[in-house]
């Protein structure tokens, strides 16, 4: 069994809509719940990151992380084809100084107008 | 801010040679990683440094990778010799360290194709 499962696969919606991503994992280890996007041809970058359980929310973009069913989320509102790129859900263990990430497999989302 | 350096960006070879790749991390960040990107995956921690110490190399194959980070700033990745499995894009990333939430910067990445 993996760390860290990431779902759905390759997903593909309309311009406006709604987005749920997700990951769940297996370490109760893992304190750290972040999300990158990646660009084609470019590295990831740090999308959102949650420390504990709750919720969070940047603009269009709203995380949550619920520790007692190891169970991450992501949701994008009013999806952009800006917003196409593959989204990668990122676990780090607290109580350690160096920051090793476990990602999950990713999501390639194309937004279409 | 300059962010992470990589070269080169493409990386084309036949199984059984050898390559390397560069990384210049952000100045100041003592941390620095290789992961390993295989299309379709998330990628995968090879090897980090502290400074020019290894703190964690378990997911290297030793046997034909290699890392170093002579001066605790710049690092290269070799692998000698190379698979047709190696291909991939070999991610560098580095941070400020710390238990806190410091963040991982990514370069772009070098793509290895191998025949």
């Known amino acids: 069994q993996k760390e860290v499962e990431q779902d759905p696969g390759p997903l593909s919606v309309p311009e406006g809509a709604i987005v749920s991503l997700n990951c769940t994992y297996s370490?109760?280890?893992?304190?750290?719940f972040m999300w990158y996007r990646q660009y084609s041809r470019k590295g990831p970058e740090l999308l959102m990151y949650?420390?504990?359980?709750g919720n969070k929310e940047d603009g269009r973009f709203t995380a949550q992380v619920d520790k007692s069913s190891k169970y991450i989320s992501l949701f994008i509102r009013d999806s952009q084809p800006s917003d196409s790129a593959t989204y990668l859900c990122?676990?780090?263990?607290?109580?350690?100084?160096?920051?090793?990430?476990?990602f999950g497999q990713g999501t390639i989302l194309t937004v279409h107008p | 801010e300059a962010g992470v350096a990589q070269s080169p960006r493409y990386k084309i070879i036949e199984k059984r040679q050898s390559v390397a790749f560069w990384c210049n991390p952000i100045?100041?960040?003592?941390?620095l990683y290789w992961y390993q990107q295989i299309l379709g995956q998330g990628p995968k921690l090879l090897i980090q440094?502290?400074?020019?110490?290894?703190?964690?190399d378990s997911q290297l194959p030793k046997d034909r990778f290699s890392a170093e980070r002579l001066k605790g700033v710049d690092s290269t990745l070799k692998i000698q010799p190379a698979k047709l499995e190696d291909s991939a894009v070999y991610l560098c990333?580095?941070?400020?360290?710390?238990?806190?939430?410091?963040?991982?910067?990514f370069g772009p990445g070098t793509r290895l194709t191998v025949l």
């Open positions: 100045s100041g960040h003592a941390t």
């Open positions: 949650t420390y504990s359980s």
């Open positions: 440094f502290q400074n020019n110490g290894v703190v964690d």
């Open positions: 990122a676990l780090r263990a607290g109580g350690t100084s160096y920051g090793k990430l476990t």
């Open positions: 370490n109760s280890a893992f304190q750290y």
């Open positions: 990333a580095s941070r400020i360290p710390g238990q806190g939430m410091n963040e991982q910067f």
